[in-house]
């Protein structure tokens, strides 16, 4: 069975950090493009980060470069988002999704939540003001 399963979500204080974790099993993460996307409460699911298959490139929504990065131990079979500095609007519900072997432009953008095929369930960031 396919899963990805995202972990470390939680209540934290406005300029505190997370580390977000999406653990695959029943596949090998290894030649999979990387993307984490959020949602919060009434609003559209949104690009965050994205990685990708050779872990070579990565790119960030603009609201969150420079806090936010993105990272993979294929070897853990597992990706990370790590976030710093977190605001009160970086509150939502965290997917990572998964997708085999895609290329795309990463210098430009991440691609879209339809290029995943595999998604996790999604873990709750709560920061408080």
């Known amino acids: 069975q396919v899963l990805l399963v995202e972990s470390g979500g939680g209540l934290v204080q406005a300029g505190g950090s997370l580390r977000l974790s999406c653990a695959a099993s029943g596949f090998s993460l290894g030649n999979y493009a990387i993307g984490w996307f959020r949602q919060a409460p009434g609003k559209e699911r949104e690009r965050v980060s994205c990685i990708s298959y050779s872990g070579g490139m990565t790119n960030h929504v603009d609201s969150v470069k420079g806090p936010f990065t993105i990272s993979r131990d294929d070897a853990k079979n597992t990706a990370y988002l790590q976030m710093n500095s977190l605001k009160a609007e970086d509150t939502a519900v965290y997917y990572c999704?998964?997708?085999?072997?895609?290329?795309?432009?990463?210098?430009?953008?991440?691609?879209?939540?339809?290029?995943?095929?595999?998604w996790g369930q999604g873990t709750q960031v709560t920061v408080s003001s």
């Open positions: 999704a998964a997708v085999f072997y895609y290329s795309w432009d990463y210098a430009i953008s991440c691609p879209s939540q339809y290029a995943y095929k595999y």
